[in-house]
Structure formats: C-alpha cells, structure tokens
C-alpha cells in the first residue's frame, strides 16, 4: 500500500516524492477542500476553529468527534466541538498528513488520513509531537465540496484490548 505524504510548512504545502501516485485522482475542487482541511487544521492547532467551521456543510446531520469529548451533531454542536478543540491547543503546526485511503465515487467522498502536529497542548509550556487517525466525508454541494462528517482520534499505534476499559480517576 502507497501513502500520500502532505508535508505542511507554514501556509506551503508540498507533495513528498510521488508517494500520491498510488491515490486515486480527486476532483481538482475536492482536492482544493482537502487543502482547505489541513489549512484548518493548522488554524486549530492555533486556537482558531473557524477554518473548519467554514468548511461543514451547513445542515442538520453534520457530525464531528474528536479526541476531547462525544460526538457533536448539527451545526450548533460542531461549532461547539471545534471551539472547544481549538481551546486546548498553543502556538501549533502541521507536520503532515499521510493519505490512507480514498472511497466513494459521485457526490460523496471518504478519506482516511493520518495527521501529525505539533503544539502545545493544555497548561503545558512545552511542545508535544501527536498524531491523529482522521475519516473525512465531503459531500458535494453544487461545484463544492463541504465536509459532512470529520472524526479524528489519537489511535495511531496497536492497544491491547484493556485500553477499551475505563482509566480508574484518583
């Protein structure tokens, strides 16, 4: 399996070698939504959520789960989720993203990414390397492309099956 390498350095993005040769081809508008995503990832990663919030689809059924809470639903809750993200994070930067997989087909496109960062996180003064695993679902909206359904989580490396069990709080 080939993984596409995105390697984000300030505004710049730049494809390493021709690791996307094995991606399928995305529509140049979808392609340019996906550059949206990782410029908005870099705003979170700043405290700024509104570069994701500009990017969901405006309506009922959009959803977003991330690493800090349940999954929202409908525009109100995302926004809510995204503020609350963009909370925890300090003086961030993308390091990159390396692109899974792609599905779907018409109006309605999956991607599977994995994306690294760097920030600080929390109360912390130091900086912290994390990745994330992300499923991204764009749905086409007349020539646009807007995201329906983002889920990132920090799973990047096998767990046992005791990680499932609740963390005992002191």
Do not use: C
């Amino acid at each position: 399996m080939r993984k596409s390498t995105l390697i984000i350095a300030g505004a710049a993005m730049v494809i390493a070698g021709a690791a996307r040769a094995g991606s399928p081809a995305l529509p140049p508008t979808l392609e340019q939504a996906v550059t949206q995503s990782h410029e908005a990832l870099r705003k979170i990663l700043n405290g700024d959520p509104a570069g994701y919030a500009a990017l969901f689809a405006d309506r009922d059924d959009i959803t977003l789960g991330n690493p800090f809470g349940p999954f929202g639903k409908g525009p109100a809750e995302v926004r809510a989720r995204l503020a609350n993200a963009a909370s925890k994070y300090r003086d961030g930067s993308v390091r990159g993203v390396d692109r899974i997989a792609t599905y779907g087909s018409g109006d309605t496109i999956v991607l599977v990414e994995v994306e690294h960062g760097r920030a600080k996180l929390g109360a912390s003064q130091e900086f912290s390397d994390f990745s994330a695993r992300v499923t991204s679902v764009y749905q086409r909206q007349g020539k646009a492309w807007r995201l329906v359904h983002r889920h990132a989580d920090p799973i990047t490396s096998p767990r046992g099956a005791e990680s499932l069990l609740p963390t005992p709080q002191p």
